[in-house]
């Protein structure tokens, strides 16, 4: 029984003049999942937008991390099952399928 209790993911672009950094936070709680997503344009203010979601939608979910776990694991076997498809979330935080 793997669970995702916290992931962080940072991107930086050293764009001049206004280099960009964009940060997305989860965290597992008591009733599902925080995601946090800051974004960061130079001198700028940070723009910070948070949401959560349920238990029950994240049910059998993929993070990130869980991901990479379980491609290991098929390439350890050295088998893949055809057409396997995940329900996921990408690194925005958003709702989507994993395809391997």
Known sequence: QLETL??????????????TEKTTHIAS????????RTLQEGEAEPQCHSFCYS?????????EGASLLLL???????TMPP???FPAINNEGDLCTSSY
């Open 6 to 19: 916290e992931q962080e993911e940072q991107e930086c672009l050293e764009l001049r003049p206004h280099p």
């Open 29 to 36: 709680h008591e009733h599902g999942m925080t995601v946090t």
């Open 55 to 63: 238990r029950a939608t994240l049910r059998a979910r993929l993070l």
């Open 72 to 78: 290991r694991v098929l390439a350890r076997r050295q």
């Open 83 to 85: 057409d396997l498809v």
